[in-house]
C-alpha cells in the first residue's frame, strides 16, 4: 500500500530563511513522488513530481526536492523564503496496479512567512 | 487554454436535501476525480472515473454518487445531504490511466456548507 507522512502541520520562516518542508513515504515498490502548492482560496497546482529519472528535481518557484529511496524521503526545499510562497504544501504518491492514476496525498503543511 | 471548472463555487444547502456540484473540464483527458479537504485530514478521494461509464468508489464514497456520460463532466452529487459533509470539494483531472507519472489539474474547489 501507498502513503505519505508529512512532518509538521504547520511550518514558519522568515522571509530570506530557508525552507523545508518534510514529506516520507511508503511504498513496495519504486514511487513516483509529486509536491502541489495551494494558495488561499484557490485549487492545488503542481510544484514538482519525481518520475525517477534524476533524483534531485527542480520546480517552479525556485523550490526543489530530492528523492533519498534510503530514507524514504522527498523534502521540499527552498534556499529563500519570500512573502509569497505563504501557502498549503501537499505531498502525494502515485498509486500502482489496479487504481493507476490515483494520486495518495499527505495532511498538508501550512508554510507562513513572517517578514 | 485547456482547463477545468467547478460550479458553484459556493452552495450552502440543508440537511437531507440532494446537491450536485458541477466539473468540467477542457483538457480532454480520460481520468477525473473528486476530493473533499477537512481541516487536519488532507485531500481524501470520494469518487473516480478512468473514462465514459466509468466510475470507482474512493476511501470516503458513502453518501455521493457520480457518473461520467461525456469526457469533459463528471458531476457530484450528494444524495441526501448531512453536516458532516460540510466541506471544500476539488475536482481533479488526469491524462492516460496507465501513466503513474501524469500530473493531476485541480479545479478551484466548491465551498459547501450544509445547515
Known amino acids: 500500500a501507498q502513503s505519505v507522512t508529512q512532518l509538521g502541520s504547520h511550518v514558519s520562516v522568515s522571509e530570506g530563511a530557508l525552507v523545508l518542508l518534510r514529506c516520507n513515504y511508503s511504498?513496495?515498490?519504486?514511487?513516483?513522488l509529486f509536491w502541489y502548492v495551494q494558495y488561499p482560496n484557490q485549487g492545488l497546482q503542481l510544484l514538482l513530481k519525481y518520475t525517477s529519472a534524476a533524483t534531485l528535481v527542480k520546480g517552479i518557484n525556485g523550490f526543489e526536492a530530492e528523492f533519498k529511496k534510503s530514507e524514504t524521503s522527498f523534502h521540499l526545499t527552498k534556499p529563500s523564503a519570500h512573502m509569497s510562497d505563504a501557502a498549503e504544501y501537499f505531498c502525494?504518491?502515485?498509486?500502482?496496479?489496479?487504481?493507476?492514476?490515483?494520486?495518495?496525498f499527505g495532511r498538508g503543511t501550512q508554510l507562513t512567512v513572517w517578514p | 487554454d485547456a482547463e477545468i471548472t467547478q460550479s458553484p463555487r459556493h452552495k450552502i444547502t440543508e440537511t437531507g436535501r440532494q446537491v450536485t456540484l458541477a466539473c468540467h473540464q477542457t483538457?480532454?483527458?480520460?481520468?477525473m476525480f473528486w476530493y473533499r479537504q477537512d481541516l487536519g485530514h488532507g485531500l481524501r478521494l470520494i469518487h473516480y472515473?478512468?473514462?465514459?461509464?466509468?466510475?470507482n468508489k474512493g476511501e470516503v464514497s458513502d453518501g455521493y454518487s457520480v457518473s461520467r456520460s461525456n469526457t469533459e463532466d463528471l458531476p457530484l452529487t450528494l444524495e441526501s445531504a448531512a453536516s458532516s459533509q460540510t466541506s471544500v470539494y476539488f475536482c481533479?483531472?488526469?491524462?492516460?490511466?496507465?501513466?503513474?507519472?501524469?500530473?493531476?489539474?485541480f479545479g478551484p474547489g466548491t465551498r459547501l456548507t450544509v445547515l
Open positions: 511504498s513496495s515498490v519504486p514511487p513516483y
Open positions: 481533479a483531472s488526469s491524462a492516460n490511466r496507465a501513466r503513474r507519472t501524469d500530473t493531476q489539474y
Open positions: 483538457w480532454n483527458h480520460n481520468n
Open positions: 502525494a504518491v502515485s498509486a500502482r496496479g489496479s487504481t493507476l492514476g490515483r494520486l495518495y
Open positions: 472515473s478512468y473514462g465514459v461509464q466509468d466510475t
